[in-house]
């Protein structure tokens, strides 16, 4: 990797001022995805301002009817948190899911949705239990969150604090992993909460989507039938290697009926 | 049996230093004033290079210097040699191309070495290694060895037109063609044994150092053959005469074949210690090892076996396209002819069979031996033709097999491709397998599947593989251009502990244990009193390395052969010492014993007056008690076996499942159970990898898109089930333990039984074959495509 400035400030305010003082800073949470981009010469920044040392960005805490995980959950807490697993057991199965012990034992929440990779697994879970986004600055709402291909709403300066998930009736996450890389090629989060059914599709696309006709299928019956003969159009898709769009397609309804399944069940 | 002699499982006496992180790699060894190497590679699969500017390299912070082929060249330093010549079926020897270590006015391959920085650090040389300007004119570029031997494709080397090293066959075509002629059935297939990437664990590393005073250099580098590679780099590359050139290969986290062969960086770093005085290391980055390692199969093949209407074969035809890559790396040639055609015959009595290889160059990484090297790619059409001709004839592939297996009283059985099996026992082997299987009762477990939606399928594959490489005669008339014996040297100690030099190497496959059994069965002394020392040329004998299973049957053998000795000797002392007959003494249980007396010395007393000859009979004897042997094989090894593979398929995905996995395999006599066991679950891994999970990926431009473990699946625990194992053994007749080797024997069953499976279970829908990697999307849509066709008929 290239020379940069290392800081690891002990609160929000700091870490703030820290990134609006440096040339090309950049925040460092778990540093699953950086350390590699680093060590790859792929990203070359002035700073690197590493939020492991602020004690506001961590914790998990069941506040009224929503589960409120900081930042800095890492993936293996959330996976083994006793919170978790009772308000909503899909979330830490999800997390349980994700990379390798190595990776869950480093990576956080926040780092992920900031990152906003394609195949990225909490993306799903953000979007499919309509959960509310808060930075340093604001609260965001997941819809409104992910914009594109590693792109979020997230402006210049602003941290990602926590992630507000309503606690839902059922839900359950299903992911179909790449063999290699274990991200997702195609992940389905599906969720039944008093505002209606959400269905949130990640790896499939540039960015996580939602299937509104899912959606309203399972409104009206929530089972596996009800939706497998939904099917989204292949293009647009992500395509690789692993996975054509159209197999991915496919993949989003095989994923989202075992997701309802697994959710009713 | 004791404890810890021959066919005892004792555990590994190495891994205490290996789990506890003291083992000695090469990356963990830094000499003095050590320097940091880091190669620049071309980015491109194929381009000229017009220039290379190292001016801003040169002038970084920390850099000592950069070479280029101009400064190697400059030194009189020669091209990577080739160690097999092949002819072609005209008698013309293959197409043989410069292989420079750094490339001069072309690159051919993603990955090609251009030019070397050496740094006082690695993270200077890396940064010096982006400021070297390199003129490339990209060329078109060829991946795939099928298209690059079709009119038009871009070529490689204006010695090789159409890409073509060389256009090999053996067998009689005639004959072949008049037994298919009589034929009742002619099953055929259309198959590719994919391309891997091997994938060791400890990347490779080298450390070049010079000696001002001897003018000595030494190389410390990842190999699996020492003496090989000093042989190779001192004669042909650097011309360093052999007394002033030591090579030591300390523990190697791995080979499987990869490194076997003289790679660019260890000339590198080695002339580099000598021209800036200093000593020099490169390490291997993973991302280097993706596109720099030799990589392995890589065949396109048509097939065809012909049969009477009772299902006995009367001949096979083999018509297949390798892939060399984009050089010859060390034994490449060899791979895809005489330890590939040799083997088609398989477990059977084919009486006729004809192959022919053409191979061609690419714009790929060189490929050469990965475990089981040819023989896993002979196997898998083998077997693969024999399913699918067992389910056109409608009779069960077990059955099919027995029909055609060598008799068991048919040794030695000599083959219509020139090997001839010295034993082996395959209708056993198989019995067994099958019945730890529960293939009989396997109709129950696919219709319990079925109530669950998944396809569940069974495959067989059974397998002969030639090992014990080989007798040095044969390989030489076959195009080899070194021996193939081993060596090795018992130095026993004054007070009768022993250490014993081998040629062989240990990377993995726990040699200090199986060869300290040997030397404590044989002297009958306590298994802590042996050392076995390997890795060293200056050091141990001149001997051949470890590859094609060949350590215990040639290198063990080498060892017995110098116990002998040393026993020998032993007896002449004793004889003196209990003031008896030569011939009345017994060696036994590390005495010997005045036969039908109680009077004996300890092999320790004995060893103790060698080297302390007071009492000694010294005008008949030397002093001391170290003897050496070189053992040249008779015949190859003959290893042989049945696995069986049992999948379940799910319809949705095309997600396969492997949920059991029996294996009995014929080793020869074990020395080491628990060893041997471990070698047949590694192997069978990497077997499994190939069927379902690795696969390297070129895009049509020559670009590597399988360069990390993003994308290049390696398996994992948790693909794999708990495997039966088991062994039937039939004895080597040829050496003198009786032994055959396992350590290639996994990678080349599990392939083919894995691939039968997944194909039985989905032979329901009409599927006849799939190539390997059975990825998910590749079975997902093979299921779509024939249940469209099925739901239109």
């Known amino acids: 990797m290239y020379d940069f400035s290392y800081h690891k400030p002990s609160s929000l305010a700091e870490a703030a001022k820290a990134l609006g003082s440096a040339e090309d800073g950049k925040l460092m949470a778990g540093g699953m995805t950086l350390i590699p981009t680093l060590k790859q010469r792929l990203a070359r920044p002035s700073d690197v301002i590493d939020l492991g040392g602020i004690v506001e960005l961590k914790g998990i805490r069941r506040a009224g009817n929503a589960l409120v995980i900081g930042a800095m959950a890492r993936h293996a807490e959330v996976a083994h948190s006793d919170v978790v697993r009772s308000a909503i057991p899909a979330l830490a199965e999800l997390a349980e899911g994700i990379g390798d012990p190595q990776v869950r034992n480093r990576g956080t929440i926040g780092g992920s949705i900031a990152n906003a990779d394609p195949a990225a697994d909490y993306p799903a879970a953000v979007v499919g239990l309509g959960a509310t986004v808060e930075t340093n600055k604001r609260k965001i709402a997941a819809d409104d969150f992910f914009k594109g291909l590693f792109e979020t709403a997230l402006e210049d300066g602003e941290i990602v604090t926590a992630v507000s998930f309503p606690i839902p009736e059922k839900a359950a996450y299903m992911k179909f992993p790449n063999p290699a890389s274990r991200y997702a090629i195609v992940g389905a989060f599906v969720a039944k909460t008093g505002g209606g059914v959400r269905v949130a599709v990640t790896g499939a696309g540039p960015s996580v989507f939602r299937v509104a006709a899912m959606e309203q299928a399972l409104a009206k019956s929530f089972t596996p039938d009800a939706i497998k003969d939904i099917k989204v159009a292949a293009d647009g898709l992500n395509a690789d290697i692993h996975a054509s769009a159209e197999y991915r397609a496919h993949l989003v309804t095989v994923m989202a009926r075992r997701a309802v399944a697994a959710a009713a069940g | ?793």
Request: proline residues 6%; glycine residues 10%; hydrophobic residues 40%.
């Open chain 2, 1 to 793: 049996m004791s404890e810890t002699g021959i066919g005892a499982a004792v555990r590994r006496k190495e891994d205490f230093r290996f789990l506890t992180g003291q083992g000695t790699y090469t990356d963990d060894i830094n000499r003095p004033g050590q320097l940091h190497a880091v190669i620049l590679r071309s980015p491109h699969a194929h381009a000229a290079i017009r220039g290379i500017d190292t001016a801003a390299a040169a002038a970084a912070a920390g850099v000592v210097a950069v070479f280029t082929a101009k400064d190697m060249a400059a030194d009189g330093v020669g091209g990577l040699p080739c160690g097999w010549q092949i002819h072609s079926k005209d008698g013309s020897p293959m197409i043989e191309p410069p292989h420079p270590a750094l490339a001069t006015d072309r690159v051919r391959h993603v990955g090609d070495p251009v030019a070397v920085v050496i740094a006082e650090t690695k993270a200077q040389a890396r940064e010096a290694a982006e400021l070297i300007a390199v003129d490339y004119q990209p060329l078109p570029a060829v991946a795939s060895a099928a298209e690059a031997q079709k009119p038009g494709a871009p070529q490689l080397f204006d010695a090789a037109p159409g890409n073509l090293c060389f256009d090999w066959h053996l067998g009689d075509k005639a004959q072949a063609d008049a037994a298919f002629a009589r034929a009742a059935h002619v099953a055929k297939l259309d198959i590719v044994n994919n391309r891997l990437i091997p994938n060791a664990m400890e990347p490779r590393a080298a450390i070049g150092e010079y000696d001002k005073a001897t003018g000595e250099y030494t190389l410390y580098t990842t190999s699996q053959n020492p003496h090989v590679i000093r042989l190779l780099m001192g004669a042909f590359v650097l011309h360093i005469p052999e007394h002033k050139l030591r090579v030591v290969a300390p523990d190697v986290g791995g080979g499987f074949g990869s490194k076997i062969y003289h790679y660019a960086e260890e000339a590198i770093v080695t002339w580099a210690a000598g021209k800036v005085r200093r000593p020099v290391k490169w390490t291997a980055d993973r991302s280097e090892s993706f596109m720099s390692d030799a990589h392995g199969r890589d065949h396109a093949t048509h097939a065809e076996l012909a049969l009477d209407k009772d299902g006995k074969f009367l001949g096979l035809k083999v018509s297949t396209i390798a892939n060399m890559g984009g050089y010859l790396s060390t034994f490449a040639p060899a791979i895809p002819t005489y330890l590939y055609a040799t083997l088609l015959a398989g477990t059977y009595t084919t009486p006729v069979i004809y192959c022919e290889v053409k191979a061609i160059f690419t714009n790929t990484v060189p490929v050469d031996a990965y475990r089981g090297a040819g023989r896993p790619e002979a196997t898998y059409i083998l077997e693969r033709l024999v399913d699918t001709a067992a389910r056109e004839m409608r009779i069960d592939p077990a059955e099919l097999r027995r029909r055609n297996f060598i008799p068991k009283d048919a040794y030695p059985y000599q083959t219509p491709v020139a090997l001839q099996y010295d034993s082996g026992d395959y209708f056993t082997t198989l019995d067994k397998a099958l019945a730890a299987a529960d293939y009989a009762g396997f109709a129950r477990r696919r219709d319990e599947a079925a109530r669950r939606g998944k396809l569940r399928g069974i495959g067989l594959a059974t397998y002969i593989e030639a090992c014990g490489i080989a007798p040095s005669a044969v390989a030489g008339s076959l195009g080899a251009r070194a021996g193939l014996y081993e060596a090795a040297e018992i130095r026993v100690h004054p007070t009768g502990s022993v250490t014993v030099f081998t040629g062989s190497h240990s990377h993995g496959q726990g040699h200090e244990t199986t060869f300290a059994q040997l030397v404590a069965d044989r002297l009958g002394i306590p298994i802590e009193n042996v050392e076995v020392s390997h890795g060293d040329t200056d050091k141990i004998p001149f001997g051949m390395g470890t590859y094609g299973s060949r350590s215990l049957a040639v290198g063990g053998s080498a060892i017995v052969k110098a116990l002998d000795k040393v026993v020998a000797k032993g007896r002449k002392i004793a004889a003196h010492l209990l003031e008896a007959a030569e011939a009345d003494i017994q060696f036994k249980d590390g005495k010997y014993v005045v036969e039908g007396t109680d009077r004996a010395k300890s092999f320790g007393e004995v060893a103790l007056t060698a080297y302390v000859p007071h009492n000694y009979p010294i005008e008949e004897l030397e002093p001391g008690l170290d003897e050496s042997a070189f053992y040249d094989p008779k015949n190859f090894t003959f290893p042989s076996g049945a696995h069986v593979a049992e999948v379940e398929i799910d319809r949705d995905t095309g997600i396969v499942e492997l949920v059991n996995f029996t294996a009995c395999d014929d080793f020869g006599r074990i020395i080491n159970p628990l060893i041997v066991e471990g070698q047949v679950h590694g192997g069978l891994v990497q077997g499994i990898g190939q069927a379902l999970l690795e696969n390297c990926v070129y895009d049509p431009e020559g670009q590597l898109l399988t360069g990390s473990y993003m994308d290049y699946c390696m398996p994992r625990a948790s693909d794999v089930p708990s495997f039966a194992v088991s062994t039937n053994t039939t004895l080597c007749t040829h050496n003198p333990l009786g032994v055959k080797g396992c350590g290639e024997a996994g990678a080349i069953g599990a392939p083919a039984a894995v691939m039968n499976a997944v194909l039985d279970a989905l032979s329901p829908l009409g599927i006849r074959h799939l190539d390997m990697p059975a990825s998910p999307e590749r079975v997902w849509r093979a299921i779509q495509q024939h249940s469209l066709a099925q739901a239109a008929e």
